[in-house]
């Protein structure tokens, strides 16, 4: 079991810059979720999917980030324009219904610097 | 608006003693509480659960406790091990909707 597998794992850019970040659940999980960690915050829920279809997105910060899952095994979270408070660690996660949150495997991160 | 709170954002403790992490909430609808455990370049993992149905769960070396009147749970570490050092996060949910997080605590033990 390969866990979850985010890209990259670091991503520098420049304010303005359209940035995409990678995530790819484990297997047979029908939940994904993509949070955002910041030391002031914690870690903060942006959206989750079940079964590749947004249940809620309430935290997802402005019409400047999008999230997709076009299939089970693939979701993409995208910050267009990107700027420096976007700076933080995005971690995705994935589970599985009936254990939803005992069983809840975060991936490594990406973190995410914009100049 | 934060409904979970870890007020503290460090601990240090002397490997053998007890580590003792303290979490508040504000949403009295929380009725699921959990604590995740961090390492640096690593993403959170399940450590311990509690319902709210109970007021202690204990697991090896880890304890729990939750007093719903407070409003208030605390993970105590029992004793504490140099590998228990990383980033804990206290986490809530009710009725099985998503985890809401707190900031997170770094433990510090010293051998």
């Known amino acids: 079991d390969a866990g979850v597998i985010q890209s990259p794992r670091h991503e520098v850019t420049e304010m303005g810059q359209e940035v995409t970040l990678r995530c790819k659940p484990i297997s047979g999980h029908d939940y994904l979720f993509w949070y955002r960690q910041t030391m002031m915050r914690g870690l903060e829920l942006l959206i989750y999917f079940n079964n590749n279809v947004p249940i809620d997105d309430s935290g997802m910060p402005e019409d400047r980030f999008s999230a997709k899952m076009p299939n089970a095994s693939f979701s993409t979270l995208k910050i267009q324009p990107s700027e420096p408070r976007d700076s933080a660690v995005y971690f995705c996660?994935?589970?599985?219904?009936?254990?939803?949150?005992?069983?809840?495997?975060f991936g490594s991160g990406t973190q995410l610097s914009v100049l | 608006d934060q409904q979970v709170k870890q007020n503290s954002p460090s601990l240090s403790v002397q490997e053998g003693r007890i580590s003792i992490l303290n979490c508040d909430y504000t949403n009295s609808m929380f009725d699921y509480f959990l604590w995740y455990k961090k390492y640096p370049a690593e993403g959170p993992t399940f450590l311990i659960s509690?319902?709210?149905?109970?007021d202690k769960n204990e697991d090896g070396r880890f304890t729990v406790f939750l007093n719903k009147s407070a409003k208030h749970l605390s993970l105590h570490i029992v004793p504490s091990q140099p590998g228990d050092s990383a980033v804990y996060f206290c986490a809530a949910s009710k009725n099985g909707n998503k985890l809401v997080f707190g900031a997170g605590t770094i433990l510090r033990v010293k051998s």
């Open positions: 996660a994935s589970t599985s219904t009936g254990r939803r949150y005992e069983k809840l495997f």
């Open positions: 509690i319902s709210s149905i109970k």
